[in-house]
């Protein structure tokens, strides 16, 4: 409520460096922010990671050799978890701040708009859900953010009820021995799915071991096809 006033009545301002930005634009970052992105843009579709160096192949050695076996059919993380992607994550995880969340969305929107022009999107977004100790604690779920952004600006329908999250601590504070053994009983699919392309959206990829475990059980509830996005992705 308080950012919503204040975006009111100040002048639009970067979300990174708080310079006043053209009037009547949309963006939330200035040029020069922009251009100092992490961008991930030519990650390895199967998992996320950067490529190494420039290469005509899609996915990386590990989801060639591994495929169809894959965190995901196609993952989109337009940033990397580092500097200003890593900020910006923070901002709206932990200090709610729905700016920030907006100016992730926008980087990831662009992404989605050229990778999938032409292509079929998925038919519906679901967002990753959290533990429920986090739903007490967070009163925004960074990742519903995301999602119900990416719902509205491509005209893709939000399924907040398709997972569930059943047990288990919050992923970030594990390990990452931990987190890659998380179960795939973690989570669950609530709703009989009406379509089989799913877009799971979630802040951020840490091992993928999350997008691996929802796709399983998508596909074992009917999906044909997941899509995993995320702002950023982790790379270790
Ligand atoms: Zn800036
Ligand atoms: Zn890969």
């Given amino acids: 409520m308080f950012h919503q006033l204040v975006d009111l009545v100040l002048p639009n301002r970067c979300v990174l460096c ?23 843009l030519s990650s390895c579709r199967g ?60 980087v990831m929107l662009a992404q989605i708009r050229q990778v999938y022009a032409g292509q079929t999107m998925p038919r519906i977004i679901c967002p990753v859900p959290l533990s429920r100790l986090n739903q007490i604690r967070r009163p925004t779920n960074q990742a519903a953010y995301l999602a119900t952004h990416l719902s509205r600006a491509l005209g893709i329908p939000l399924g907040l009820q398709h997972l569930q999250r059943r047990h288990g601590p919050a992923q970030r504070n594990l390990p990452r021995s931990a987190r890659l053994r998380l179960s795939s009983s973690t989570f669950s699919v609530n709703k009989p799915l009406a379509h089989n392309h799913i877009g799971v959206v979630d802040d951020v990829i840490t091992t993928g ?26 790379v270790d």
Wanted: proline share 7%; aromatic share 8%; with cysteine.
């Fill in 18 to 40: 708080d310079q006043v930005l053209r009037p009547g634009t949309k963006e939330l970052i200035c040029t020069f922010c922009r251009a100092m992105l992490p961008n991930n």
């Fill in 47 to 106: 998992c996320g990671l950067p490529h190494p160096q420039p290469t005509s192949h899609l996915r990386c050695n590990r989801c060639r050799r591994t495929y169809p076996f894959n965190p995901a059919d196609l993952v989109l993380s337009p940033l990397r978890h580092e500097g200003a992607g890593r900020y910006l994550v923070h901002r709206l995880k932990f200090q709610q701040n729905l700016r920030a969340g907006k100016a992730l969305a926008q």
């Fill in 209 to 234: 071991r999350t997008a691996q475990v929802i796709k399983e059980q998508l596909y074992a509830a009917g999906a044909k096809r997941v899509d995993f996005w995320s702002a950023t992705r982790a």
